[in-house]
């Protein structure tokens, strides 16, 4: 992480959301990223222990990798998220996921190929934040528990076409539409590159106001949002985190 020095929340709040045009897709993959930090009281506050994992879906040469990279650079975390279907095992999945805490873990790539959907379990867990298991219980050795404890963001050109698993994530798509010019865009790399880090301590010293979460949580709604409300909880998060006028 980076001093913040001079640089502001506010700051921060501009530049992350100018990055594309796509204003709602914007908006909410913020919220969803600092709703990863606030996991454990967003439980709470709404009573339930499921958060969705953030799924988008692009194009080739339409911004999608430099707009997921430049995001999560606010964690202080510089990579590409590996391929979905063939990064890892599915039990090195499981250990990462128990490992990292209250960060989002990005995953690129994801096609509806055989071996992805082998990782629908994972998925499933994920999202109802559910312990994984594994060895063959033994009187001596009994089976190890690995909670999940990251979020997950995926990538990719394709949606699982799970109708469960469909309904645990919060969907957008970037199209060409959404990009942002050429030297907006180089303006824009520059900006996360050297600011983005800094919004991270800032983030966590304003706190989260709980108050204007449920006010927006509970009185108002998106059309096509989940059953959970899962859209509208990343908007009640900027309003908890930023003010609720934004």
Excluded at 7 to 32: A, E, M, P, V
Excluded at 71 to 83: D, H, S
Excluded at 175 to 182: E, F, G, P, Q
């Amino acid at each position: 992480f980076k001093d913040p020095g001079d640089y502001t929340l506010s700051d921060f709040f501009d530049h992350f959301t100018n990055q594309i045009k796509n204003k709602r897709l914007i908006y909410s993959f913020l919220g969803w990223n600092i709703a990863s930090l606030y996991i454990d009281t967003i439980e709470r506050l709404r009573n339930f222990s499921n958060f969705p994992f953030y799924v988008i879906t692009a194009g080739t040469e339409v911004g999608k990798t430099a707009l997921i990279s430049n995001a999560i650079k606010m964690f202080g975390l510089n990579y590409v998220g590996e391929n979905f279907a063939n990064s890892v095992t599915l039990f090195v999945e499981v250990v990462e996921f128990a490992q990292v805490s209250h960060l989002p873990i990005w995953r690129d790539e994801y096609k509806n190929e055989n071996y992805a959907l082998l990782k629908q379990g994972l998925l499933r867990s994920v999202f109802t934040r559910s312990s994984n298991s594994r060895g063959t219980p033994k009187d001596d050795k009994p089976t190890k528990q690995y909670p999940v404890n990251a979020t997950l963001l995926l990538s990719g050109e394709d949606i699982t076409e799970d109708p469960a698993l469909a309904r645990r994530m919060i969907k957008m798509r970037l199209d060409k539409k959404d990009k942002v010019t050429k030297l907006e865009h180089e303006a824009n790399t520059r900006i996360a590159n050297e600011h983005f880090a800094k919004a991270f301590p800032l983030l966590l010293s304003r706190g989260f106001n709980e108050s204007v979460f449920l006010e927006i949580y509970n009185n108002l709604s998106i059309p096509g949002d989940s059953e959970y409300k899962d859209d509208l909880m990343c908007y009640a998060v900027i309003g908890a985190v930023f003010g609720k006028e934004k």
